[in-house]
C-alpha cells in the first residue's frame, strides 16, 4: 500500500469515527428526552453512564486527527477535513454531555411534570439539527450546513416561547418552581444542543470552502 493509499483509507476510517460519534450523541440526546417524557429513571442511568463511551470516542478521533496532521503533509482538502473533524467533535462530546445533563435533571422531576409541546418541539427541532449537521459533513453537503445554521433562529425563538409558557405557569403555581425551573433548564440544554449544531455546521462548510464564520482560514 501506498503512502497515499494508506493515508485515504485514515481519511475513511476518520470520516467513520466521526458517524459513528454523531449517531451514538443522537442516540442519547433520543433516549434522554425518552427518559425524561416516560419518567424512566432505568433509561436515564444508562445515558448518564453511556456519556462515558462519547468521551472516549472524541479522545480516539483527537488522536487520529493528531497523528494524520503530524505523520502527514496533507494538502489542503484534506488538511481542512482533518482540521475540522478535530474541532467539531468537541461539539459533539458537549451534545452528549447535554444528553446526560438532561437525563440527570430528568430523574429530579416529579411524575406529574408535565413535558408540553413546545419542549416536545424543540426537542423534534434539536434532533433533526443534529442529524443534519452530521450529514452535511459526510456528504460534503454546503446546502444542509446552511439549512442547520438557519434552523437555529427558529430554535432560539421557540426557546424564548418555552420560557414565557413556564413564566406564566410559575405565576400561576409559585409551588412547583421547582418542577418550572427543572422544565427551564431541559429547554436550555436543548437550545444550546442547537448551538453545536451550529459550530458542527459551520465546521462543516469550512472542510469545503475553507471559509470559518465568513473567515478565511484554509
Not at 63 to 81: E, F, G, N, V
Not at 191 to 201: F, K, Y
Amino acid at each position: 500500500m501506498s503512502l497515499r493509499e494508506k493515508y485515504d483509507s485514515d481519511l475513511r476510517r476518520l470520516e467513520e469515527a466521526v458517524r459513528q460519534m454523531g449517531e451514538d450523541v443522537r442516540q442519547a440526546l433520543v433516549q434522554s428526552l425518552q427518559s425524561v417524557e416516560e419518567k424512566n429513571r432505568e433509561l436515564a442511568r444508562q445515558v448518564i453512564e453511556g456519556d462515558r463511551d462519547i468521551d472516549s470516542q472524541e479522545r480516539e478521533i483527537e488522536h487520529l486527527c493528531m497523528t494524520l496532521l503530524l505523520r502527514q503533509q496533507p494538502i489542503a482538502s484534506d488538511l481542512r477535513q482533518v482540521s475540522g473533524a478535530l474541532k467539531m467533535v468537541t461539539d459533539l462530546e458537549r451534545m452528549g454531555d447535554h444528553a446526560a445533563d438532561i437525563a440527570e435533571v430528568g430523574l429530579a422531576l416529579k411524575p406529574e411534570a408535565v413535558f408540553s409541546e413546545g419542549l416536545r418541539r424543540m426537542a423534534r427541532n434539536a434532533l433533526e439539527m443534529e442529524r443534519q449537521t452530521l450529514e452535511a459533513f459526510l456528504e460534503r453537503d454546503l446546502n444542509k450546513a446552511d439549512q442547520v445554521i438557519k434552523a437555529d433562529d427558529g430554535q432560539d425563538a421557540q426557546f424564548e416561547a418555552v420560557k414565557q409558557d413556564l413564566a406564566i405557569r410559575l405565576a400561576a403555581d409559585p409551588g412547583g418552581a421547582d418542577e418550572t425551573l427543572d422544565l427551564l433548564m431541559i429547554a436550555k440544554y436543548m437550545e444550546r444542543l442547537s448551538d453545536h449544531a451550529v459550530n458542527v455546521a459551520e465546521w462543516a462548510r469550512f472542510c469545503q470552502t475553507g471559509l470559518y464564520r465568513g473567515e478565511q482560514i484554509v
